[in-house]
């Protein structure tokens, strides 16, 4: 009897975890490899949102994520432009399981960067800051093993600027020297004081020009953060003092230019008459830029293409989730610590498009 009821038992016992076996499935381990991915959660905190090319880039963003493939998705957080927000909504994406941070910070000093290169280092995920400053970036790249630092060649930039003012000096100088003194008198329009990408596009425009043999005398300077209403509120005092003495207007980027010249329209400048105009000249290649200089009413513009600097960045960003070298499988070079973004750096100045290799 005892047997028989020994034999019952371990039969049930047979039959429970035999059931059990059946029932409970083990989750799979997801996996990051580029042919069978979870999905990577990307936050993307860009300060200056509002800026017609940053809103470019999120364009093109949202366009790798279309593209099933990739398995990807971007969460955009708009900061305003506001400090105080910024913070917050970084906070708040530190807390939250997101894969990626891509940030452009506000704060580009080495102690704020440290602060964030620790917060995201102890969640364990991967992390890319754009456009610190050269000096930061390489001591900061030694913090943690996930942060990647990536910046366009601002040098480059500012050089293809300055030979748009330096071929229209040499075809008509006359357009430029407008009292014939030899001397080029112009205002700089500069984006945030503590962006890297400002001094160079600022330093090697100028000294372009000056490299060709042409002098230039700075009339005034400011720093408009890469915004279109304050460049055009400042060219508005601005022309006040120095009016008709203004031969060029040089700035950072597309949105201040197009500031500055709905600024010179309040005064009947660069309204079409040829005796009326201010050669001003940008950098990013948006399309109303481009509109504008086909009409004759700006000069020039560098082109920046938003698309080679999201693909950089998901790149990047994708090689870091996996834990792989940030650059692997690409092209791309890392200089003084830091990924350059591979723009062309073509000008724009009417109807075509100049290569600046």
């Known amino acids: 009897m005892n047997i028989l009821r020994k ?15 059946s029932t409970i499935k083990v989750k799979p381990t997801s996996s990051l490899n580029n042919n069978n991915r979870a999905v990577i959660n990307i936050a993307v905190i860009f300060f200056e949102t509002e800026d017609p090319y940053t809103m470019k880039v999120i364009e093109s963003f949202k366009e790798i994520e279309s593209v099933k493939e990739n398995n990807v998705k971007f969460t955009f957080l708009n900061p305003q432009n506001n400090i105080a927000i910024n913070n917050e909504m970084l906070d708040n994406a530190l ?11 506000p704060d580009r000093t080495e102690g704020s960067v440290n602060n964030v290169i620790d917060r995201v280092r102890q969640r364990g995920k991967a992390l890319i800051l754009m456009n610190i400053p050269t000096e930061i970036a390489l001591k900061s790249s030694k913090i943690y093993d996930k942060v990647a630092f990536v910046t366009p060649d601002s040098k480059k930039a500012g050089i293809a600027q300055g030979n748009i003012i330096v071929d229209l000096w040499k075809k008509n100088k006359e357009a430029l020297d407008k009292n014939n003194n030899g001397v080029l008198e112009y205002i700089l329009l500069e984006g945030p004081i503590n962006d890297p990408q400002v001094v160079d596009r600022s330093k090697y425009a100028i000294s372009t020009i000056n490299d060709a043999g042409i002098k230039t005398q700075e009339l005034a300077k400011g720093n408009e953060d890469w915004n279109k209403e304050l460049a055009k509120t400042s060219i508005n005092n601005l022309f006040l003092r120095y009016g008709g003495n203004i031969e060029a207007i040089i700035s950072n980027n597309d949105a201040m230019a197009i500031g500055a010249i709905e600024a010179l329209q309040n005064y009947g400048y660069n ?3 040829k005796l009326k105009n201010i050669a001003v000249v940008g950098i990013d290649g948006l399309q109303e830029a481009k509109d504008l200089i086909d009409k ?22 994708v090689n870091l989730v996996n834990k792989l070298n940030p650059i692997g499988n690409t092209d791309y070079q890392i200089v003084d610590g ?6 062309p750096y073509d000008t724009y100045v009417g109807k075509e498009v100049s290569n600046n290799k």
Request: no cysteine; hydrophobic share 45%.
């Open 95 to 105: 807390r939250s399981n997101y894969d990626l941070y891509i940030l452009y910070l």
């Open 296 to 317: 004759g009413l700006m000069t020039g513009t560098v082109i920046q293409d938003p698309k080679v600097q999201s693909k950089l960045l998901y790149t990047v960003g």
């Open 338 to 343: 830091q990924i350059i973004i591979p723009f």
């Open 7 to 21: 034999i019952i038992i371990l039969f049930l016992v047979s039959l429970t975890v035999f059931t059990l076996g």
């Open 271 to 273: 309204k079409g008459d």
